[in-house]
């Protein structure tokens, strides 16, 4: 299969697979419930050695979002999250921060900013690519070829509604890793990985030669535990977020490194 030629963030991705048999990506958005909040959510990834770190930018119509990250996104931009507070705090994570930093946004906010601009900004601040959860891989061939050269992974989504050829045309033009979801719908809510989701993954190992993380709705340590052997990365976002507003940031740091702990060798 052809794909672009093998990246910084493919073969960390594929270093950090060596020493253990599953990584661990979380996320947050910038803004919610505020910076030194986020500041203290990614002091407890890098305690606990969490692996990949999704900075999403708040938008108004995250379509791909359930109510919790909705309800994250209008109050960030409620609080006056903009492109430049992003970018500035992109930027001071990646200097503090040894987990490689993504990207995560909608085209809307892309397209406004132009690409070339977006991506040169995106590299600029240390970070590794991008994950923009509503651009269809059709609509993406100019985008990413202006992230590659600006070094930057283009990070596609690969859902079970898709064809075998459209995984096939996704894993050509992806990189870094594929981002797999576990199930149609949006975030937050429970995914029962005994239905179906080992066929799909099987699926997607045949389509693209990249490792392969999933996501939508990866809540608990026993979930990214079932992972193995699966997935290459498991991915939590909704739940960490839920246990940061439920039981604050003691509950917080205690969650993530149990997720962490999962993942070890």
């Not at 999250?81 to 200097?95: E, L, N, P, Q």
């Not at 490689?100 to 132009?114: A, E, I, K, Q």
């Not at 992972?227 to 604050?248: F, H, K, M, N």
Request: hydrophobic content about 45%; proline content about 5%.
């Amino acid at each position: 299969m052809t794909r672009v030629d093998a990246t910084g963030l493919e073969r960390d991705v594929r270093d950090g697979l060596a020493k253990k048999p599953i990584l661990l990506m979380t996320h947050l958005v910038v803004g919610y419930p505020s910076l030194d909040a986020n500041w203290t959510m990614l002091e407890a990834m890098d305690a606990a050695r969490v692996d990949l770190v999704e900075l999403q930018l708040p938008f108004s119509e995250p379509i791909a979002d359930g109510p919790r990250f909705v309800k994250a996104n209008q109050e960030a931009i409620r609080a006056g999250t903009s492109w430049t507070t992003y970018f500035d705090f992109a930027a001071r994570a990646v200097s503090r921060f040894r987990f490689p930093m993504l990207f995560m946004g909608y085209y809307n906010s892309v397209f406004r900013m132009g690409g070339e601009r977006f991506c040169a900004r995106l590299a600029a601040a240390g970070m590794r690519g991008f994950i923009v959860a509503d651009l269809p891989p059709a609509e993406a061939a100019d985008l990413n070829a202006t992230a590659r050269a600006h070094a930057l992974d283009t990070i596609l989504l690969m859902t079970p509604a898709n064809s075998t050829e459209r995984l096939r045309e996704i894993g050509r033009q992806a990189s870094g890793f594929v981002y797999c979801l576990g199930r149609k719908g949006v975030t937050g809510k429970q995914t029962d990985l005994s239905q179906g989701v080992a066929d799909f993954l099987g699926r997607c190992r045949m389509a693209t030669s990249l490792p392969l993380a999933l996501g939508f709705g990866i809540r608990t340590p026993a979930d990214v535990c079932a992972l193995r052997g699966l997935a290459d990365i498991a991915i939590v976002g909704s739940a960490c977020l839920e246990t940061w507003e439920a039981r604050g940031p003691d509950a917080y740091r205690e969650f993530v490194q149990a997720l962490a702990r999962e993942t070890a060798a």
